[in-house]
């Protein structure tokens, strides 16, 4: 059964803290994505990768970087969090062929206060 | 401004019958169309896809129509089960301006399906 697992499923940071989210796939993906969810807004790309090393901004990569050092692995780094960035936090991945069938993890949902 | 729209943020069904979901979008070089299942505490789970050079594509219980004159696609599960409640998210495929594909995400919509 294939999977995306991401490290948390709730998170509480405090403004200014550094924040990890952490997502291993274990399908062999080349791409992975991590999109933002917020009501009325849908889910929107924040970052993806199509390869080991590589990356590229999505619609709204401000206030946050990312990493993928090794193919199973992608993580979102918050530098400094802040408070509008409270949401539900969802990654995902796919293969080069069939890249928009996107395979979700549970979602991390963070709360910054 | 919103190039992927599902007006109908809910909708009910009786079991047995057929559940119609609709999506209408606004690029016309979109060039797949999908449609992911979301249930509560989830990840979301791609359900079914369509090229844009096609106007039909069934799986199973699954269908989903594109109308590209109309620039509208809809989604019919025929017979509705409860496990179908979910939400349902249209989504569409375009290229961005690094000339790599993303997806373009409706807002979904919240089926219920009545035993």
């Known amino acids: 059964d294939v999977k995306v697992t991401q490290s948390s499923r709730y998170l509480v940071k405090r403004t200014g803290e550094k924040v990890f989210l952490e997502c291993v796939q274990d399908?062999?993906?080349?791409?992975m994505f991590w999109y933002r969810q917020d009501p009325g807004l849908g889910l929107r790309l924040i970052y993806f990768?199509?390869?080991?090393?590589?990356?590229e901004k999505g619609d709204i990569p401000e206030g946050y970087s990312v990493s993928r050092e090794k193919k199973e692995r992608f993580s979102l780094i918050l530098e400094s969090a802040s408070t509008n960035q409270t949401s539900m936090y969802l990654c995902?991945?796919?293969?080069?062929?069939?890249?928009?069938?996107?395979?979700f993890g549970p979602g991390t949902r963070l709360t910054v206060t | 401004d919103q190039q992927v729209k599902q007006n109908s943020p809910s909708l009910s069904v009786q079991e047995g019958r057929i559940s119609i979901l609709n999506c209408d979008y606004t690029n016309s070089m979109f060039d797949y169309f999908l449609w992911y299942k979301k249930y509560p505490a989830e990840g979301p789970t791609f359900l079914i896809s369509i090229s844009s050079i096609k106007d039909k594509n069934e799986d199973g219980r699954f269908t989903v129509f594109l109308n590209k004159s109309a620039k509208h696609l809809s989604l019919h599960i025929v017979p509705s089960q409860p496990g179908d409640s979910a939400v349902y998210f249209c989504?569409?495929?375009?290229?961005?301006?690094?000339?790599?594909?993303?997806?373009?995400w409706g807002l979904g919509t919240s089926l219920a399906v009545n035993p």
């Open positions: 990768s199509y390869d080991v090393k590589m990356k």
């Open positions: 989504a569409a495929s375009a290229f961005n301006a690094g000339n790599n594909r993303k997806l373009i």
């Open positions: 399908m062999d993906h080349e791409n």
């Open positions: 995902a991945s796919s293969s080069l062929g069939r890249w928009y069938e996107q395979y």
